[in-house]
């Protein structure tokens, strides 16, 4: 029984953007890891500085929502970071 012959795929190549569209360069994004990060930091801050001060600090009224608070950073930072390309 002869043997078929395998054929070759043609390359990918991705079809041209519409006239309407607007395409961002690579660098488009290179505020993401700056304002993760500092979100993190901020988060961790808050949360230190809460412990340090034995819960005077940084906001007195909230009590320990104020952990609360630093994990919302530290959450907002992870929701950033979905950004990253």
Same mark, same amino acid.
Do not use: H, K, R
């Given at each position: 029984m002869p043997k078929s012959r395998i054929r070759k795929k043609a390359d990918y190549t991705p079809p041209p953007p519409k006239s309407g569209e607007f395409k961002l360069s690579g660098s488009g994004r290179s505020w993401v890891a700056p304002l993760? /990060?500092? /979100?993190? +930091?901020?988060? /961790?801050? *808050?949360? %230190? %500085?809460?412990? %340090?001060?034995?819960? #005077? =600090?940084? !906001? #007195?009224? !909230? &009590?320990? *929502?104020?952990?609360? +608070?630093?994990? &919302?950073? !530290? =959450?907002? &930072?992870? %929701? +950033?970071?979905?950004?990253w390309k």
């Open positions: 993760m /990060l500092a /979100l993190f +930091v901020i988060g /961790l801050a *808050w949360i %230190v %500085v809460f412990y %340090v001060t034995t819960g #005077d =600090l940084p !906001i #007195d009224a !909230i &009590g320990n *929502w104020n952990i609360v +608070v630093g994990f &919302g950073f !530290i =959450l907002a &930072g992870f %929701v +950033v970071s979905t950004q």
